[in-house]
């Protein structure tokens, strides 16, 4: 198969775990015959920096042109520090969500057995998690009308949903869910928010539709709290934008570390993949991040293209690495490797499943 993939690997440690994910692109395309060509672009604090704005035309421009994006991380705390300041990294990424249409993230969660001592709950709570987040992604807080009064002492966001809006990820959440343990939570506040209490009708609706899998309603203060109570009762979690948000990082640290957890940005048109995790500008140049979230993202761009073998080729790489404690010091301290090591090992042990039996 030919694709072409956009990289765009933003700020702080985003460049490096990019490069892991490509190097395992790279081995794909080798073991298994693929073509795939790459192209860069500027995108937040590196496209502010260089041409003045976080998301440039000509990056734009490329994602358009593009099968796939690849997504490093966005943030710098230059910009942090400044509240007041106008141009923001991360208004390159709501950007492009929004011109891309990507209204659908989905977040996998897994504990890895190999990794079950590293999380901070306890291990019968959590051993048999596996839960996926569909999150709402260009509508909502993020997106609606900001004001802030003249003399700057009242500020609002507004939260806006449409049926619209709610109705195309809830097929996609519904979908999903009838291929897996077929369990739907819809996670919310509509004891308080009229948004949610739309969410609800319209998700109820859908779900007449999907008769074989099973809704429920959960609102987000006890959401979060039953994340961490009791994981293993989720299967499918849809939600809205802000409440994704802090769900999906709440729940990375299940599995013992937010540099495991990749993610997928779906629209009708185009499709981007990129870790959870942020920017981390602490570890930039550090060569100590984990690059398995973009590794893994990138073996989530593999399966949507229907590379199903492929996908799998590359999670069983990163998988041995785990298994043989080749990972970076976010998961041992004492580890000796760094990202570019780990990224090598798991390039080097992508291989067929076909030959794996021939070995
Ligand atoms: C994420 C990030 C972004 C978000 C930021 C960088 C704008 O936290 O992808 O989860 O809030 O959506
Ligand atoms: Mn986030």
Redesign the pocket.
């Known amino acids: 198969m030919k694709l072409k993939i956009a990289l765009l690997e933003g700020d702080g440690i985003g460049p490096e775990v990019v490069a892991q994910a490509v190097k395992c692109l790279q081995a794909v395309e080798e073991t298994f015959n693929h073509q795939f060509s790459y192209e860069n672009a500027l995108i937040g604090a590196a496209a502010i920096d260089k041409k003045g704005t976080p998301l440039p035309n000509d990056t734009l421009g490329l994602c358009k042109k593009s099968d796939a994006i690849l997504f490093g ?3 710098s705390p230059k910009y942090d520090d400044d509240p007041d300041t106008q141009v923001r ?2 208004q390159g ?2 950007r492009l ?1 929004e011109e891309l249409g990507l209204f659908a ?1 989905i977040r996998p969660v897994k504990v890895f057995p190999t990794l079950i001592d590293r999380s901070p709950l306890k291990k019968e709570i959590i051993n048999t998690t596996d839960f996926i987040i569909y ?1 709402e ?1 260009t509508g909502g807080i ?1 997106f609606g009308e900001k004001k802030l009064s003249d003399d700057g002492s009242v500020a609002s966001d507004l939260c806006e949903y449409s049926e619209k809006e709610i109705n195309r990820i809830t097929h996609l959440a519904f979908k999903a869910a009838k291929t897996r343990r077929k369990k739907l939570t819809l996670v919310d506040k509509a004891n308080v928010l009229e948004s949610s209490r739309l969410w609800r009708r319209v998700v109820a609706k859908v779900g007449e539709s999907y008769p074989e899998v099973m809704l429920d309603f959960l609102f987000v203060d006890n959401a979060a709290m039953q994340i961490v109570l009791n994981p293993s009762q989720f299967d499918v979690i849809l939600t809205e ?2 409440f994704g ?1 802090i769900l ?2 709440e729940s990375s640290v299940i599995g013992g570390s937010i540099g495991l957890l990749p ?1 997928a940005s779906i629209g009708s048109e185009y499709a981007m993949f ?1 870790p ?1 995790h ?1 920017s981390y500008p602490q570890a930039e140049g550090k060569d100590i991040a984990n690059p398995i979230a973009c590794i893994f993202s990138a073996a989530m761009l593999l399966e949507h293209f229907g590379l199903k073998e492929e996908s799998k080729a590359v999670i069983r790489a990163v998988n041995k690495s785990l298994k043989n404690n080749f990972v970076t010091p976010d998961l041992n301290k004492k580890s000796k490797y760094g990202t570019n090591h780990v990224g090598d090992f798991i390039a080097g042990n992508i291989v067929d499943a076909d030959d794996i039996l021939n070995l």
Do not use: H, Q, V
Request: no cysteine; charged share 30%.
């Open positions: 991380a966005i943030g990294p991360e990424l709501l969500r993230n999150r992604l993020y934008n802000l948000d999906s990082d993610s990129e959870i942020g």
